[in-house]
């Protein structure tokens, strides 16, 4: 964390007056789910994907008329549904299922490239980084135990726990493509890969999200007149 907060104050103080740095929101729709491998013990498991969303806001500096260095923050809402389960014989067997529903406060770091001209349409695509800390969420679990034909049913919905239910911190690979408009304006999809295991003891949990998103970048459309008035400036006499 703080190699990244040390990068922003750099590009802080790199950035030449004139430069045309971004900013806005960004708002983005899509799925999510889980590679999952259950706690020690069960024997079977599968998992299906749930609505997933975000909402924040990014900064756009340029770094040359190509390569821009993007970070924002942003609440983000991940997890999966789960279904996990072993059995042994009619009298002894357990099975769970479980939906997840975890908020992060997420800070996304990305290098993206941009074809074109700034102050005119043009394509994106990046790869970065989204370390994020859970902020919330919901745990509901149906637990069917049956122990020497004795059977236990519990219900539960409850908040995530950290440290228990999941692990706090996790950080994914951001990959990304879409479409800049002259206006700032923009579209793209995105994937998030977690890369580090958040699940607790045996149990093994990666998130994976993907989606669209749309955002507006303020100061950007200031551009295509700034870009006429150096070709006037550099037309010869």
Known sequence: MRLIFSILLLL???????AQVGFG????????????????????????????????GLVDFPLNKHLYFQAGLSVSSKGAVRA????????FNESVNQTLHIYYAELPVNLIFKSGHQGRGRFIGGIGAAPSYIIGGKNKL????????????TDDDIKIVTGK????????????????????????LYYTI????????????KNRMWGISAGYLFGKG????????????????
């Open 12 to 18: 802080f103080a790199y950035n030449p007056v004139n």
């Open 222 to 237: 200031r551009n295509v007149n700034k870009e006429a008035s150096d070709l006037i400036d550099k037309t010869p006499e």
């Open 84 to 91: 996990f389960s072993y059995y042994t014989n009619d009298s």
């Open 194 to 205: 977690g890369i580090s295991d958040i699940g607790p003891g045996t149990e093994v949990d």
């Open 165 to 188: 239910t999941i692990k706090g911190f996790d950080i994914g690979l951001n990959l990304t493509a879409g479409y800049e408009l002259p206006t700032g304006l923009f579209f793209r």
């Open 25 to 56: 929101p960004e708002v983005g729709v899509g799925m999510s789910t889980m590679h999952f491998a259950p706690p020690l013990g069960f024997t079977s498991a599968n998992v299906a994907t749930m609505a997933s969303g975000k909402v924040g």
């Open 142 to 153: 149906h637990d069917n135990f049956d122990s020497s034909g004795r059977k236990t049913i």
